[in-house]
């Protein structure tokens, strides 16, 4: 559909610098996507990477605590947890990745050891208190991944929007219109130029 503006050689100049720009566009755009999609591809296999470690992790972890209970027993292990001195504090930053804001975040654990005596305590207790704060950092990447996931889909669905009304509406819309009003001047000027000869070949009659 054609914009409605008089047929004019300024409405032909400035509609047709418009649709270079909205063309300009359409191209910059179409690379955002192709580049966002590239972009959630990798983040993509990175997190089905880290999901498949997560698992295995987190069954090492816990078959870890099934040892130390059966080694030590429940009730000791609930002793020692109390006797446990670990605090964690996260961080939650941003930054920009391909133009969209996605989330950074960082643990700090602190922790006053020991926390019990290493006389009759096992070893695959602190195995299992090792196993369980690696889970956690693997834990907050994976949110981290996850989250910038979300967010650069749904940059891609804004973006492909933009994309399919350039593509579909305005850059045809524009195109239209100044094949129109480059018609209507053509004609225009064939039509001053008819009547100037015209008129010529009157006057030389006279």
Do not use: C, W
């Not at 993509?44 to 130390?68: C, G, H, N």
């Not at 605090?87 to 941003?94: G, H, K, N, T, V």
């Not at 050891?113 to 907050?140: C, H, M, Q, R, W």
């Amino acid at each position: 559909m054609r914009i409605n503006v008089p047929a004019t050689k300024t409405n032909f100049l400035k509609i047709k610098q418009t649709l270079l720009l909205t063309q300009e566009g359409y191209q910059l755009l179409d690379e955002k996507r192709r580049i966002l999609m590239l972009e959630l591809s990798s983040i993509e296999k990175t997190v089905l990477e880290l999901q498949d470690k997560i698992d295995k992790e987190f069954q090492q972890a816990y078959d870890t605590l099934s040892r130390a209970i059966s080694i030590s027993g429940k009730k000791k292990l609930e002793d020692i947890s109390l006797a446990v001195n670990i605090e964690m504090d996260l961080f939650i930053s941003q930054k920009r990745r391909m133009g969209v804001a996605v989330p950074v975040i960082s643990m700090d654990i602190k922790e006053t050891a020991p926390f019990y005596s290493f006389s009759d305590i096992n070893i695959i207790v602190d195995e299992t208190i090792a196993g369980f704060k690696k889970l956690l950092n693997l834990i907050i990447e994976l949110t981290e991944l996850k989250t910038a996931l979300i967010r650069i889909a749904k940059e891609i669905q804004k973006t492909i929007r933009k994309v399919n009304a350039l593509e579909k509406i305005h850059i045809p819309n524009y195109k239209e219109t100044v094949k129109f009003i480059g018609e209507r001047l053509d004609e225009e000027s064939r039509e001053s130029f008819t009547m100037l000869k015209i008129i010529k070949e009157r006057l030389g009659r006279v």
